[in-house]
């Protein structure tokens, strides 16, 4: 009984049409607001009620929170740390403002520390 569903994928695997996975393309994010305007992004070191631990805000975003979330997860998976986005503003765990800034300048951002 514990291999029957085992037989059953064996027999699916053979219907399965042959064919080259498709490439995963990463999706574009808009990099401009309603108006046609890119945006400055200002990347801040915030100690405040955090316990004394830093964390890297970007403020300044105009677009959607969906956007603002990919961005999100693309600079988190580049700078391999955790972190959130939430209200048009991405939090990166940890004092990582230059390593922020040359990710959002490689992605096509107009950035600045502050």
């Known amino acids: 009984m514990v291999n029957d569903w085992m037989k059953s994928l064996e027999a699916l695997r053979d219907t399965l049409p042959e064919g080259e996975d498709a490439p995963v ?12 305007r890119q945006p400055r992004l200002d990347i801040v070191l915030d100690r405040k009620n955090r316990k004394g631990k830093a964390a890297t805000i970007v403020a300044g975003f105009t677009f959607g929170d ?4 990919a961005v999100a997860a693309r600079l988190k998976q580049k700078l391999g740390t955790g972190g959130s986005a939430r209200g048009g503003e991405i939090l990166i765990q940890g004092d990582k403002r230059q390593q922020v800034f040359e990710a959002l300048s490689s992605m096509g951002f107009k950035a600045r520390i502050i």
């Not at 999706?27 to 108006?35: G, L, N, P």
């Not at 969906?66 to 979330?69: E, M, R, W």
Request: glycine share 6%; aromatic share 0%; no cysteine.
């Open 25 to 36: 393309e990463e999706a574009e994010v808009s990099h401009k607001d309603a108006a046609g």
């Open 66 to 69: 969906d956007d603002v979330a």
